[in-house]
């Protein structure tokens, strides 16, 4: 289900211009904090690469922490 969820976001987020609500923002900040995660590739760091995304992307308003609730 996060799966898809996540899917469904990237492809708002690639399809939309550059002026991108908060929800769309929120996403990408919870997309770019797994990608550092898998980047980093450090056992036990995902707590912190997980608390970094949900910040940032609750950060960009009612749309960001939606996003970060959903996704999480």
Known sequence: MRL???LVLLS???CTS???PPL???AWDMFRAY???REA???GADKYFHARGNY???RRGPGG???AKVIR
């Open 18 to 20: 550059a002026e991108r």
């Open 12 to 14: 708002f987020i690639l």
């Open 56 to 58: 940032d992307a609750a």
């Open 65 to 67: 922490a939606w996003a």
């Open 35 to 37: 990608q550092d995660m």
């Open 24 to 26: 769309v923002r929120g």
């Open 41 to 43: 590739n450090y056992k």
């Open 4 to 6: 898809c969820v996540c």
